[in-house]
């Protein structure tokens, strides 16, 4: 007897094409097949690894600094890897040594920045160096052509999303973007968030807050974040506000159609159960 005959195939097996989701796996008898058994362990294996990889802080900020970006490294109230995970209170504060290291380069700024960038590890050093680079070099050129005024972007180790507002106000700017690895997914374990506030302030809440999320080549790709952090970025310091008053009002069938095209050619639409409509990424919490 053939291997293949001791699998019953999904019958929505053809909507694998359009999607990195674990969906019509199949089964043997009651069970998973072994193949996407082993495959649920790997991925969850790669997701863990991702949370406790090392981070090069300096490495990453070469590299940015590559891109013709100043950038300074910083690290929060979190010594190390450990503490970072038991204490998320730690990483949303910054160590006093580099507080004082922004708020002297602030000073010495002739004119006040309008936004500060920062780049941590945060669940996911593999997202911040695989994806960091490549969301930059699109992103800066689309910021810079629209005259903003822009602090040496910090590079910073063990960071929770709340730190944008201590380094955002520490540099006197007026917004501050936070690039972050995100919780590491089964299939994803290198994605990337992007949240942005206007008045980077302590106290601010998520409710303050806009996140672009799941930025990666197989999840939404390094262009279409920047255009879209860029949108954000501008309609935020045009009206002075972020977080749950602040929308992407752009036309929603240009933002979805990159993902109906990859799913119209994966799998033709008169293929497609009658109550399954091709849909965005989520964006993967």
């Known amino acids: 007897m053939k291997h293949d005959s001791l699998i019953t195939v999904d019958p929505w097996n053809a909507l694998q094409g359009a999607t990195q989701a674990r969906i019509a796996l199949g089964r043997s008898g009651g069970s998973l097949p ?93 997202a911040a160096e695989r994806q960091a680079v490549g969301v930059l070099s699109q992103l800066m050129p689309l910021l810079l052509n629209e005259g903003w005024r822009i ?10 999303v709340a730190l944008e507002d201590e380094i955002g106000a520490a540099v006197g700017a007026e917004a501050a973007l936070m690039l972050i690895g995100e919780r590491p997914g089964l299939g994803s374990p290198d994605s990337l968030g992007a949240y942005l506030v206007y008045g980077p302030q302590a106290g601010n809440t998520d409710a303050h807050r806009n996140c672009v999320s799941n930025i990666r080549p197989e999840g939404l790709p390094w262009e279409a974040a920047a255009q879209t952090l860029a949108y954000l970025l501008g309609e935020a310091r045009r009206r ?45 919490g």
């Open 34 to 126: 072994t193949v996407e058994w082993l495959a649920f362990k790997t991925a969850h294996a790669a997701a863990r690894d991702a949370v406790h990889n090392r981070f090069d802080a300096e490495a990453l900020a070469a590299e940015i600094a590559g891109l013709g970006v100043e950038t300074i490294v910083v690290s929060s109230a979190a010594a190390d890897r450990s503490t970072y995970l038991q204490r998320p209170d730690l990483g949303r504060r910054l160590d006093a040594a580099s507080r004082d290291r922004l708020e002297a380069a602030a000073k010495d700024r002739q004119s006040q920045p309008e936004l500060a960038i920062i780049v941590s590890d945060g669940l996911s050093a593999l």
């Open 151 to 160: 602090a040496p972007l910090a590079v910073a180790r063990f960071g929770r």
């Open 240 to 284: 002075k506000l972020s977080g749950v008053a602040l929308k992407d009002e752009r036309s929603l069938s240009d933002r979805l159609q990159p993902n109906n095209d990859r799913l119209s050619e994966a799998v033709p639409p008169a293929s497609l159960p009658a109550r399954v409509h091709p849909r965005a990424p989520s964006d993967g």
